[in-house]
């Protein structure tokens, strides 16, 4: 009987152990470690617009900004007259200004002036002819070139 006892409390204890480490619940595995953060892709810039012309205005005077005081398109024999000519965008351009004088059917070229910009935005570049002697009566007409295309004209009498 002594074995039996024995034999009863091994198995007791055996079966207590058994038990409590049965029920004995395991830990969760820890959580996935969070995704990085996804790199942030900056969109790249718009570029730059490139220069184009705007506005031609011409007249007897300009300011200090180079834009003509006061517009006109019919001037004086003894004028002189300036072509305000408002540009917009970035970039360098080359900026040209052919001066016409027109009869008839006839065009005699009276000037031409190039300017070279490097445009950061919004600019203005002003040109002007002028003759001493007068300018003959008539029909005129400035043309502006960005590079070698024609971005506009501006036609003008003197009498």
Avoid at 7 to 30: D, F, N, Q, R, W
Avoid at 56 to 68: E, P, W, Y
């Amino acid at each position: 009987m002594k074995h039996s006892i024995r034999y009863l409390m091994i198995a007791a204890i055996v079966t207590s152990t058994l038990g409590i480490a049965g029920c004995k619940k395991e830990a969760p595995p820890p959580p996935p470690p969070a995704p990085a953060p996804a790199p942030k892709v900056e969109a790249p810039a718009p570029a730059p617009a490139a220069v184009s012309v705007g506005t031609i205005t011409l007249g007897k005077t300009i300011g200090a900004d180079k834009k003509v005081t006061a517009a006109m398109d019919t001037f004086a024999k003894s004028d002189t007259i300036y072509a305000a000519v408002e540009t917009t965008g970035s970039g360098n351009a080359t900026i040209k200004a052919k001066w016409t004088f027109h009869k008839s059917e006839k065009t005699a070229d009276v000037s031409e002036a190039t300017e070279t910009i490097a445009a950061t935005g919004p600019a203005v570049s002003a040109f002007h002819v002028s003759k001493p002697s007068g300018w003959p009566p008539g029909n005129y007409q400035v043309e502006i070139f960005l590079g070698d295309k024609s971005a506009g004209m501006k036609k003008f009498t003197v009498q």
